[in-house]
């Protein structure tokens, strides 16, 4: 089976997040008021082919874990969800 | 010869059918008309296509041409003059110096980090194509004023682009300039220079020769980004800076750059050229593979055919004339003998490049005329001939104009509103106080120190490189480099005020003890078929002809960018003039801007002007145009021969500190940076702003404070008149005997010392008594808070 | 017979030239070793200069790990050899987990090439070994992501094991603790921001980058001894 993995990646609480403070601060010239704590990420979407989702799920989570993500620094969050049959290459 | 029908373009580029194709896609009913009788026979779209690229403004200069012509370009060092991608000079020692400008003007108005960072790409190419290891790169750049947020944007955007792509190629920016001015804020100029060096037998053209050598193309696949993109963005100016609907259209063509990719494909080449792998190579820029195609075997006398089907493509069902225009990145071809290839593709899955086959050379066909070489595109090798075209009439027969030229209306009054004498003075101290301004915040961004060659990087009067590199013979010798421009002269006159903008380099050169070897140009204009912009055009040329024929310097490269216009509104005439140098010997660091404690102060150069009118003009001075909003006048004379005696006897009294050995005449360790207890501790070129901004620039480059005493008020503070420098030195005596020798004048006008800045008029009075950490500090400030930014870094003063 | 470094070169590095001048200037043999080779050869120490590993990509350091030879190194570093990462190597350094901490963006979200004075912290570390502690030198930085960052604990260990080696005078990128150069635990791996390969000339302004890497030469001596 294939599966469609979506890993959102985002700096730990704690770490300076300097990118999601200066977007924060941007955001009241363009008239944008009430809006609090922008934190950046990134988002990676890929598919995986596995025989059952809890592979997949094993999987999917040793490339966030391992490569996407800096544990040291971020935090990453797994989506999974069935992407139709695999196709032959 | 059958050729197939071309693909349904009007369809895939959206068109109705009424308009006729060519006009569609830029081409002159005549330019149709030249095209059929090239080939005796009516062109099929994918024909059409290729000929309305490589007819087009940018990849064909059909405008300036025959005005080109009149540049000098020979020279005893030219290897490689213009037309080939990079002109070439021997810097002796067995190394060569290869230098090439360029635009990227219009992509970076629509896309600034993108355009920018794209633009350094491309001038990297045109460099290692020679052979040549890309060494150096600068970056002129001109804004509108920075009130505007959509000019921050485009600041911000250009010089982040340059930054994100130059430092990760591994290329350092080692200077540039940074012009500000209302005629750039819907068209804003982002020209490139970079250096490179090659030992001398490395050197390789761009050409393809011996049928049956296999046509390879490196790197990057090809996608759909950037069809047609120099033809329509280059040869179109644009609305208004608040229309943005019709920068929108375009920005599809605005292509990404990748310097990882770009940075293998350097590696890959330079160890291709090493291992004599290949017979010629050249790189994909505008017009992509039409463009290199074509050139390749022009250059070679030969044909070549193409199999479009072969080409990597990014996207499926690219039509073939989407893969012959498209000007997808980091792309080169590389003409390769069929036993070298096996050994070319293994070397390229070293460096992680692709290589592909797409093509071969064939053999000129015999005609009347001469032998042709054709250029013939396939869909699949020995498929059908989708194109057949002679491969130079690309190149040589493309159109050429001479178009209207005639001098602005209203120029006379222009002239005569001359801000000498009629503009009263002010305020002397707070109006060079606004013409200061820190450029660190955008070079501070640039990796500037790359292969460790820089002794004198941004924010000197030139760069100062070591001539040393990866792969080059060992040499004692320094290549110096700068770039120069003055629109606010070249408005006035521009054949004047190109001409001062040679001086200038000339100038800037001296100062680290450099002399000039060669000049490339880059001529940013606005939109051609208005007669005053080709005035503009050919009188600059005339400009730059005379001061470098002056100077004995070869023009061995240049761009010509026009059509820089926004809302029907012409820029100003803008050639900027990037000037190379050597020096014999570079063993220690020279003086540079910074003043010493105690030090004479002496001005080389004439105090006033000779000619008829007022001494000390201040028609298109910084102060006029910038502190005064007065655009008209009369420049200040240039004496040519008068230039070139002062030049070079700066040049030599910095030569002398530079070439000491270590720790030899007049030089601490070297920790200390600048300078020492020579003859000569400081040195800077009146430009720009005048005596005044030249000495307050040295004393916050220092660290001390100066008084000069004896001005003649704010007209010999802030006139622009050229050809003099600002000593300082511990023995002025000697200095000045030496500059007399010369027949350059000479005047101790004060010393340095002390914690504030003082510019005393004739009669005693003080026109600038400022501290010095006040004017340091709007200095380093003025950028900054124009940026609304807080500044960055550490708290280096030194410029 | 000169100590022999190896200076790793991925695609994307770009000082690999420089510090192997450098190295040379300062009495050393280097060679170049490529990114897929498993063996570092008879290096007695190892150098991963500055640059653009893999272009950057997704985070610096963090596709060069998984390198070939980054095993040769943590080997050669298990085994007490002197393992030195200047800026894109400290960056590769810490993803390997060869060093604590992370190297993020500056705090001014901009690149930062300037002059910088850092001071030295610690002499237990392969570069500083010898060299007293205070003593100021002045190296430039040259980079985007080169503020360290490491959590409370970490940062308490590096303090009380002595491991952090350089700290900037005037901090150019929002570093925690002014920190711009780690060591691990032995001392024999360190990372640092500044490029001391770019303070080896006099004709270049500063030969203050001498010092440290002299003191790497020596400990590379020191390991051919035993």
């Known amino acids: 089976m294939r599966f469609a993995a979506r890993v959102e990646v985002r700096l730990r609480p704690g770490i300076a997040d300097p990118e999601g403070a200066t977007i924060e601060r941007a955001l009241p010239a363009l008239g944008f008021e009430g809006v609090h704590d922008v934190r950046a990420g990134r988002s990676f979407r890929f598919e995986v082919d596995a025989a059952d989702e809890q592979e997949a799920r094993r999987r999917a989570g040793e490339i966030a874990h391992r490569l996407l993500a800096n544990p040291v620094i971020e935090d990453s969050v797994l989506e999974l969800e069935p992407a139709g049959p695999g196709e032959p290459d | 010869m059958t050729v197939a029908d071309g693909e349904p373009l009007h369809r895939s580029l959206g068109l109705t059918d009424g308009e006729p194709l060519h006009r569609s896609l830029g081409l002159t009913d005549g330019e149709l008309a030249s095209v059929e009788e090239v080939l005796g026979r009516r062109p099929n779209h994918l024909e059409l296509a290729l000929y309305a690229v490589m007819w087009s403004e940018h990849c064909s200069y059909k405008s300036s041409r025959i005005h080109l012509r009149r540049l000098p370009t020979d020279g005893p060092r030219v290897l490689v003059g213009p037309g080939e991608n990079a002109g070439v000079i021997d810097a002796g020692d067995g190394i060569a110096v290869a ?112 049928p049956g050598n296999l046509a390879v193309l490196l790197g990057s696949t090809t996608g759909r980004d950037g069809i047609g993109g120099v033809s329509v963005l280059a040869s179109a100016g644009f609305g208004g800076e608040r229309e943005g609907a019709a920068d929108d259209a375009k920005r599809p063509s605005v292509q990404v750059g990748d310097p990882f990719e770009e940075k293998r494909l350097i590696e890959a080449c330079l160890a291709l050229l090493d291992a004599g792998l290949v017979v010629g190579i050249q790189d994909l820029g505008g017009a992509g593979l039409a463009c290199a195609t074509s050139e390749t075997a022009a250059r070679g006398g030969v044909g070549m055919d193409v199999d479009v089907s072969a080409v990597p493509c990014r996207e499926p069902h690219m039509a073939p004339w989407e893969v012959m225009t498209s000007e997808s990145q980091e792309r080169m071809l590389a003409i390769v003998t069929p036993a070298a290839w096996p050994e070319v593709a293994e070397l390229c899955r070293r460096w992680e490049v692709r290589a592909t086959a797409i093509g071969t050379v064939t053999e000129p066909e015999v005609t009347p005329g001469g032998p042709v070489g054709r250029l013939r595109v396939l869909e699949g090798a020995g498929g059908a001939v989708l194109a057949d075209i002679p491969a130079a009439s690309l190149a040589d027969d493309a159109p050429l104009y001479d178009r209207p030229r005639a001098a602005p209306a209203g120029l006379a009054d222009r002239l005569a509103d001359d801000p000498t ?133 070869p023009v061995i490269g240049g761009n010509v960018s026009l059509y820089n216009e926004s809302a029907g509104t012409d820029i100003d005439p803008t050639p900027v003039v990037g000037v190379l140098g050597l020096v014999d010997a570079l063993r220690a660091r020279p003086p540079g801007v910074g003043l010493a404690e105690g030090a004479s102060v002496v001005l080389l150069g004439r105090r006033s002007d000779g000619g008829p009118g007022h001494p000390h003009p201040l028609g298109g001075s910084r102060w006029a145009v910038e502190g005064r909003g007065r655009r008209g006048g009369k420049l200040p004379g240039l004496d040519l021969a008068a230039h070139r005696a002062a030049c070079e006897l700066v040049a030599a009294l910095v030569a002398e500190v530079a070439g000491a050995p270590p720790g030899g ?127 960055e870094g550490a708290g280096n003063a030194r410029g | 017979m000169a100590a022999r470094i190896a200076v790793v070169v991925f695609p994307g590095t770009n000082c690999e030239h420089d510090v192997a001048a450098a190295v040379e200037r300062a009495g050393a043999a280097a060679s170049l070793t490529w990114h897929r080779d498993r063996d570092l050869g008879q290096a007695d120490a190892v150098v991963l200069p500055g640059g653009f590993a893999h272009g950057d990509y997704l985070r610096p350091g963090a596709l060069a790990r998984f390198s070939p030879v980054m095993e040769a190194v943590a080997g050669f570093a298990a085994g007490g050899g002197p393992v030195v990462g200047i800026c894109n190597g400290f960056q590769i350094l810490t993803e390997a987990g060869l060093l604590p901490g992370a190297l993020v963006k500056n705090r001014g979200l901009r690149f930062v090439c300037a ?64 920190i711009a150069g780690v060591a691990n635990a032995a001392g024999n791996v360190v990372g640092l921001m500044p490029h001391p390969e770019r303070a080896a000339d006099a004709l270049l302004g500063s030969t203050d980058g001498l010092v440290l890497l002299a003191a790497l030469l020596a400990q590379a001596a020191g390991v051919r001894a035993a």
Request: net charge negative; with cysteine.
């Open chain 3, 115 to 178: 002059p910088s004075r850092v001071r030295v912290d610690s002499e237990r570390s392969a570069v500083t070994a010898g060299v007293a502690v205070g003593t100021v030198l002045s190296i430039p930085v040259n980079h985007f992501s080169g503020s360290y960052v490491c959590d409370a604990r970490t940062l308490a260990a590096l303090r009380d094991g002595d491991q952090v080696v350089l700290r900037y005078l005037e901090n150019p990128n929002g570093s925690v603790d002014d």
């Open chain 2, 99 to 210: 230098i090439r400008i360029e635009s990227h003007n219009h992509p970076s108005a629509i896309e600034p980090h993108q355009g920018a960072a794209t633009g350094v790409g491309g001038i990297l190419r045109d460099v290692f194509t020679m052979g040549a290891r890309p060494l150096a790169v600068m970056d002129p750049l001109f804004f509108g004023p920075l009130d505007s947020a959509r000019q921050r944007w485009l600041l911000e955007g250009v010089v982040g682009g340059i930054s994100a792509y130059g430092n990760s190629v591994g290329v350092p920016t080692v200077g540039g300039e940074l012009t500000f001015d209302p005629c750039y804020s819907g068209n804003p100029l982002v020209n490139v220079l970079c250096l490179g060096a090659l030992p001398v037998e490395r050197l390789v053209l761009g050409r393809a020769s011996g």
């Open chain 2, 421 to 553: 004498g009629s503009e009263p003075a002010g305020d002397c101290g707070a109006e060079l106080v606004a013409l200061l301004a820190d450029p660190s915040w955008a070079y501070r961004q640039y990796d500037h120190q790359l292969f460790c060659n820089t002794v004198v990087g941004p924010g000197g009067d030139a760069a100062l490189l070591r001539l040393a590199g990866p792969g080059l013979p060992p040499s004692e010798r320094g290549m110096a480099v700068t770039t120069d421009s003055a629109p606010r002269w070249c408005a006035i006159d521009p054949r004047a005020g190109t001409s001062l903008v040679v001086a200038e380099g000339v100038a800037n050169l001296a100062c680290v003890g450099a002399s000039p070897v060669a000049v490339v140009n880059c001529l940013n204009f606005g939109n051609p078929e208005h007669s005053e912009v080709m005035w503009q055009l050919s009188e600059a040329i005339d400009g730059l002809a005379e001061a470098c024929t002056a100077f004995g310097l």
């Open chain 2, 665 to 791: 005449t007049g030089l601490g360790g070297g920790d200390g940076g600048d300078g020492g207890d020579g003859p000569m501790v400081a040195v800077h070129d009146v430009s720009g702003g005048g005596l005044g901004l030249a000495l307050a620039e040295m004393a916050i480059a220092g660290g001390v404070g100066v008084r000069a005493r004896g001005i003649a008020g704010h007209a010999e503070l802030f006139t622009e008149l050229p050809s003099r420098f600002v000593v300082a030195t511990h023995e002025p005596g000697p200095l000045v005997a030496r500059a007399e020798a010369a027949g350059v004048p000479a005047a101790v006008l004060g010393a340095a010392g002390g914690r504030s800045v003082v510019m005393e008029g004739a009669d005693g009075s003080a026109l600038v008594d400022l501290q010095l950490a006040e004017l340091a500090g709007s200095w380093r400030d003025a950028l900054p808070s124009r940026l609304d930014a807080p500044t």
